[in-house]
């Protein structure tokens, strides 16, 4: 088996999906026994460079190839290994491949585990209830059979859950969303901006929406826009300026 090392990145977005460039590998002639280990570490290798460029905070991990049925074979031709299908890390493909008269071509299951710091729930958070900084801690955990989990908590703080969240659960993307800061029949604040000259509006939001959500909103001349929401109660006009006689304070 190989050194299983400890790879630490500071990048703070993760990566969730470990569709990577996969070169090819290849070995000059190899035993039987030879084989297995090869495709250990091309599969290795290949973990290491996403571990690398995935955001993960501290990641560990390991790789295992499965025995497989068919016997191996001795290659003189020398070995290529390519990289299959390695979307889901427990359990990815590699190919083997002795090239030239008599060679062959042998398929593994490779299983990645990986582990890193990511965020988990600190407290128990009803659903709708927004994630204030308490509620969110970095916590080691398994993550080869999870696609969409979270390195840096602030990038949560201020979400909200779709459904209650339990203290220790591991905090998915799925499972959040933007909460509601706009609701319709509400009055908003609309406010155009361009270049350094700013003018605001009342106007009546039609529409319920989450920051970055596009609405319609009747502004103080009866006219509806369609306006992006910016905050609590704000929002910008996007298919036409807001005019008004003055500045609102």
């Known amino acids: 088996m190989f050194n299983k090392p400890i790879v630490t990145v500071s990048a703070r977005k993760l990566l969730v999906c470990i569709s990577f460039y996969l070169p090819t590998v290849a070995f000059s002639a190899v035993t039987a026994e030879q084989v297995p280990p090869l495709v250990e570490k091309a599969a290795h290798d290949h973990v290491a460079r996403w571990t690398a460029s995935s955001g993960l905070i501290e990641p560990q ?3 295992t190839v499965v025995p497989g049925s068919r016997p191996l074979a001795a290659c003189s031709q020398g070995v290529t290994v390519q990289g299959a299908d390695t979307r889901q890390p427990a359990r990815m493909r590699f190919i083997a491949v002795c090239a030239g008269a008599g060679g062959w071509r042998y398929e593994f299951i490779v299983r990645a585990q990986i582990s890193a710091r990511i965020a988990v729930m600190a407290n128990d958070l009803a659903i709708g209830k927004v994630l204030a900084d308490e509620d969110v801690l970095l916590e080691r955990h398994e993550i080869g059979s999870l696609t969409d989990v979270i390195s840096d908590p602030q990038d949560v703080v201020g979400m909200s859950g779709k459904r209650a ?6 905090v998915r993307k799925t499972l959040l969303m933007a909460p509601t800061v706009v609701k319709r029949g509400d ?6 901006r361009r270049d350094e000259i700013e003018v605001s509006m009342a106007g009546e939001a039609l529409d319920a929406g989450a920051r970055g959500d596009t609405v319609r909103v009747r502004n103080a001349n009866g006219t509806v826009i369609r306006a992006r929401v910016t905050g609590a109660a704000t929002v910008e006009p996007m298919s036409m300026p807001v005019t ?6």
Do not use: C, D, K, N
């Open 61 to 63: 991990f390991s790789v």
């Open 165 to 170: 969240l339990r203290a220790g659960e591991v």
């Open 187 to 192: 009055p908003v604040r609309i406010v155009a």
């Open 244 to 249: 008004a006689s003055s500045p609102s304070e």
